[in-house]
């Protein structure tokens, strides 16, 4: 980790690097990391289709409405001190 600081080389976490450092101990060859016969592609990424954005959009509505209500609870307690 560039900075010593266990955030990985770009501030995402340990673990988000190739592993090549002194906190990975050089492992990643071993592990398939690297520029070996064990890179990886991976695939690019898919939007969710209609079904899956309405459902994860009625998700996020019904918690949007949950998190009002408890604003307005809150400031209903507020307004009574």
Avoid: N
């Amino acid at each position: 980790m560039p900075r010593h600081d266990k955030t990985g080389p770009w501030g995402w976490g340990p673990g988000t690097g190739w592993g090549m450092g002194p906190c990975g101990a050089g492992l990643a060859w071993r592990r398939g990391g690297g520029r070996g016969s064990g890179w990886r592609w991976f695939e690019p990424y898919q939007p969710p289709g209609e079904k899956e954005e309405k459902e994860i959009l009625k998700e996020e509505l019904k918690d949007l409405e949950d998190e009002m209500v408890q604003i307005k609870e809150r400031l209903s307690q507020l307004k009574d001190k």
